[in-house]
Each structure stands twice: as C-alpha cells, then as structure tokens.
C-alpha cells in the first residue's frame, strides 16, 4: 500500500495524489499527503475535507436538523447527514447542497452559487425552501463584500416565480 502514488477519492471519485510522509498517528495509522502537503483524512481527499469542514461550520445541527426534517416530510430517507449530504426517495439517489439566504427589498440573495453536483438545493432563511438548481437559476447570488460597506440600493430585484417541478420533490 506504501507505493501507490495516486488513489481516488471515496467522496468526490476524483484521482489525486496520496503520498506516505513517514509519518504515523498516535494510533498506529500512516499520515498520507497530497502534492501540497494537505493531509487525506481517510477516504476524503484534502479538498473534500475542506468542503466538509467549512459545510460544518457554517451550518449548526439546528439548521441541518431543520433540512434534514423537512426532507424527510417529503418523503426522503437521508442516507448522509455529512457533507456531501445525500438522501433517496423512490430509489434514485440525490445530493442536497445547503446555502443560506436572505431577502432583501423583495430580492432573495444567496451566499454562494449552486454546485454543480447537487440535485436539491436547500435555501436556510428562518425556514428552509428545497429547490432544484433550475428552479434557482435567475434568483441573486449574495457575496459579501470584505472591505467595503453594502450599499444594498444597487441590488436588482428579482422576483421568483413557482415553477413547475417542484411538486416532485
């Protein structure tokens, strides 16, 4: 196992690097690296377990909890409740991405833009919306800005209309 060079990530079925420093966990277990020097976490690769760790703090158990009730109303069986989240309803498997969002002067903002990769997007606001990245697709993306003051004024407002669809969830 010591001279595989590369290995493909349980998570996001990527090829990576996976590299043996020398090192060894309290454990006994062997401290693999990628190119960067990014430590793999089991199967994870190093950038899957950013995305993971990022997801868990972004997103407190209230939050997730609140997703995950709502999903199973629907009539979804949560199969992940870890980044990637993953659920399944009528044997077909979907991965549910999480953004928060708020609304401004009628106009949803939402923190970042759907991932490519999910099939539900659940929208946090005080209550959560599932939609499909289609039904998503004309609403604001909400990006902060880091050192200059919000002027919301210059916000569009978009307005979002029921789409047909969204009954099948």
Sequence with gaps: MDGLKTRTCGYCD??????WNGQKM???SKVYMDENSHRWAGRRCPVCEKSRVAAAVRHD?????MIFQQLAEKGFTIKSKTHPVTVEKDGQPYQVG????????????IESPADARDDI???VFESVRLCTPEQIKGVNVFVPPTDTPRNMSQVPNVSVDARTGAESF
């Design 121 to 123: 997007v659940a929208l």
């Design 26 to 28: 309290k454990d006994g």
């Design 14 to 19: 990527a090829e990576r690097s996976w590299n």
């Design 61 to 65: 158990s209230f939050d997730r909890e």
């Design 98 to 109: 999480i953004r928060r969002a708020r609304t401004v002067d009628g106009s949803i903002l």
